[in-house]
């Protein structure tokens, strides 16, 4: 049996999900299904939020992001240096924390560059350096969700890109994108108050969430008809 603590690092969950996930997703999944499972539980989020329904913006939220590390993994991208790299605990337009982008108009962005030695590991430590970064209160749920949206679709776009010419200037786009993703899904669960390092340990608590092996055994059609 594998678990994750509620103290798990990026680099944890990342090897958890490869551990649980990467026997069905090398036999069942391209990039393409998996950024279209990506997509489709981010949109779900989404609507989780448009209902006020907390639980099911919670428990989509989650299940994006452990598609989204299957596709990570998949592309063998470094979750954990894309984030630092795009937000060293500085907004990554302004560069400043908390951002300033809408009281001083700033207009292009700025270089950023951040002190390693305040790099967050846990993914806890994560979600509230972009608290910190992106304070709930400066903006609606509504505003957190539709930039959630908008930066699917931008690292949709970043993997097609790099899908069309497989480029290293690509490939960097890509990890930028998914970082910004990842602050955008953070930003969603902090505007609703989920610990998202006690959600992932409550519901891997023991192997995969739904068939509860290791690897996961749930089918292709399983996946294709589930509800959120
Ligand atoms: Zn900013
Ligand atoms: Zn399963």
């Given at each position: 049996m594998v678990s994750l603590s509620k103290d798990a690092t990026i680099s944890d969950y990342s090897k958890f999900i490869q551990l649980v996930y990467?026997?069905?997703?090398?036999?069942?999944?391209?990039?393409w299904d998996m950024l279209d499972n990506v997509q489709r539980f981010s949109m779900r989020c989404v609507k989780g939020v448009r209902k006020?329904?907390?639980?099911?913006t919670r428990i989509n939220a989650l299940i994006c992001l452990s598609w989204y590390m299957s596709l990570?993994?998949?592309?063998?991208?470094?979750v954990d240096d894309s984030i630092w790299h795009r937000f060293p605990y500085l907004c990554s337009y302004c560069g400043e924390c908390p951002c300033a982008c809408k009281a001083e108009k700033v207009k292009t962005r700025r270089k950023v560059t951040g002190n390693s030695s305040s790099m967050p590991k846990r993914i806890k430590d994560i979600q509230e350096m972009f608290m910190e970064i992106y304070p709930t209160k400066a903006r609606t749920k509504g505003d957190a969700a539709i930039h959630l949206a908008e930066e699917t679709g931008e690292l949709s776009e970043a993997v097609h890109i790099y899908m069309g010419d497989r480029s290293d200037m690509h490939f960097?786009?890509?990890s930028t994108e998914a970082a910004d993703y990842f602050s955008c899904l953070m930003g969603v669960l902090n505007s609703i108050s989920i610990d998202t390092g006690n959600e992932i340990a409550k519901l891997f608590s023991n192997n995969c969430h739904e068939c509860h092996?290791?690897?996961c055994i749930c089918t292709y059609e399983h996946v294709c008809n589930y509800r959120s």
């Open positions: 990467g026997m069905q997703n090398d036999r069942f999944y391209t990039i006020e329904d907390k639980n099911k990570m993994n998949r592309l063998h991208i470094n960097q786009k890509v092996h290791m690897p």
